[in-house]
Nanobody, 123 residues
């Protein structure tokens, strides 16, 4: 575990949460930043990514227009703003970072991971 994720919690459907991720001793803008999640009964899946140049964001279809990945270079922190949350968004969310952009939707290409933060959305 090298990254530190925080911000998870319990929220009602339709609510919002903001996850944060820091990489102690490193500059997050040097890496492509991503969020993955493991929902009950499923494999870990890609949620969102932001290229190291900051010129592209990518989302899985189920969170498009609800989630926003961003980065604050002054705070050296990556965020995942999650709005209009649904019960099916419940799971453990992981931040990850990698060099370059190839394979950004594949968890196996990321060498740096956080410990995960639990998000629970009640109906």
């Amino acid at each position: 575990v090298q990254l530190q994720a925080s911000g998870g919690g319990l929220v009602q459907a339709g609510g919002s949460l903001r996850l944060s991720c820091v990489f102690p001793g490193r500059t997050v803008s040097s890496y492509t930043n991503a969020w993955f999640r493991r929902t009950p009964g499923k494999e870990r899946e890609f949620v969102a990514a932001l290229t190291w140049r900051g010129d592209q964001t990518h989302y899985t279809g189920s969170v498009q227009d609800r989630f926003t990945i961003s980065r604050d270079n002054n705070e050296n922190t990556v965020y995942l703003q999650m709005n209009s949350l649904k019960p099916e968004d419940t799971g453990v969310y992981y931040c990850a970072m990698m060099n370059g952009v190839l394979g950004m939707r594949e968890d196996r290409t990321y060498p740096y991971w956080g410990q995960g933060t639990q998000v629970t959305v009640s109906s």
